[in-house]
């Protein structure tokens, strides 16, 4: 499966994104899916991720202020990001995997991110 993230961009502090990975090839549904996100100069962390059958999980920084959710009918994943705050600037990445990875060293491939800024 290739995937495809977008919808990052420049927020002020409190605003919202949301943030969407389109799927080509077959068996989106089957997947779990995660975001990873990439601070500047910091490793790559899970953010959230979402089972084939939907169940969620998130990182204890993100909880609250955002959501994963999934379209298997258009094979897209989304991040819905509210409350945002300068810490969660960083470039996201979307994956795909048997199950949810809670290391990036668990996925071989990765495509190109969306960059999200919080700042004023």
């Known amino acids: 499966v290739q995937l495809q993230a977008s919808g990052g961009g420049l927020v002020q502090p409190g605003g919202s994104l949301r943030l969407s990975c389109a799927a080509s090839?077959?068996?989106?549904?089957?997947?779990?899916m995660v975001w990873f996100r990439q601070p500047p100069g910091k490793q790559r962390e899970l953010v959230a991720g979402?089972?084939?059958?939907?169940?969620?999980t998130y990182v204890d920084s993100v909880k609250g202020r955002f959501t994963i959710s999934r379209d298997n009918a258009k094979s897209t994943l989304y991040l819905q990001m509210n409350s945002l705050k300068p810490e969660d600037t960083a470039v996201y990445y979307c994956?795909?995997?048997?199950?949810?990875?809670?290391?990036?060293?668990?996925?071989?491939?990765w495509g190109q991110g969306t960059q999200v800024t919080v700042s004023s």
């Open positions: 090839g077959d068996f989106f549904r089957v997947y779990a």
């Open positions: 994956n795909a995997g048997l199950k949810v990875g809670s290391s990036a060293d668990e996925y071989i491939k």
């Open positions: 979402i089972t084939s059958e939907g169940s969620t």
